[in-house]
């Protein structure tokens, strides 16, 4: 088998899919994946990008490099892995920030490395914001006050995992969470720690490979006043969490005074 078939068998493996799953993503037969897997025939050129983007790893790798003998992490530090980042430009050339709309965010998983898709977006400049690349994302949920839905968050680019800072916070763009914006807690062996400001939220783990792109944060656009109230129902669940770990303190204590009695 080539050096190819072994990396999407691994890759495959890796994120726990079957063959079917994989081919259904790619659109093709469940057949005509497995013939790309054990080294029968190889994907024309459009396929073998689609693959690349879907695996968000680049040809380059793909072709050429035996991923099972490289670390995650390591893999991902190479330049060569680094996937172009498109941008959109004003009349003079200048770099402009595009805005991810806040009812289609999920499709910027589809598109981030689409030009096309990058300079159909709406831009805006901001002065005080250069050296870097910006881009402006936007806010869900209530992890993340003083952010409320309709807000936006302004990132820097950031080229690697290496480069997080502990205790700042980012826009991590992931394939199975999409567009999350969390503080960067941590690394571990496999994955970074991030979590919410709203303590009612637990913080949790990011695989390496799930990792598509991040942002600094850099500044935020508020189109409506976060309002004092608003900090309510975060005291309210608060108080909830506090409530549910008094629940699991008491719940331990009763257990360990069974087993005592036993």
Sequence with gaps: MSVFSNNIRFLRARRKLSQQN???????????????????SEPPIELLIKISKYFHVSIDLMLSVDLEKHPMDEMLKLPDNRIVLPVAVDTHGNDTIE???QKASMGYLEGYSDVEYIESLQRIALPFLNNGKYRAFP???DSMPPFRNGSYIVGKYVEG???????????FVTLNDGITYKRFKERKEN???VSADNSFYEPYDIPFEEVVEIW???????PEDFEP????????????????????????????RRRKQL
Excluded: H
């Design 229 to 256: 109230g608003d900090y309510e129902s975060y005291n309210f669940k608060e108080m909830f969490r506090e409530l549910r770990q008094d629940i699991k303190d008491l719940d331990k204590k009763i257990s360990g």
């Design 191 to 193: 994955a970074i720690c």
């Design 22 to 40: 994989v081919a259904n993503e790619l659109m093709i037969s469940r057949v005509r994946y497995s013939k790309y897997e054990n080294g029968i």
């Design 216 to 222: 600094q944060y850099a500044s935020g656009i508020f």
């Design 99 to 101: 805005i991810i709309p």
């Design 161 to 171: 995992i290496n480069e997080l800072k502990e205790g700042k916070t980012y826009v």
């Design 139 to 141: 806010a869900d949920g």
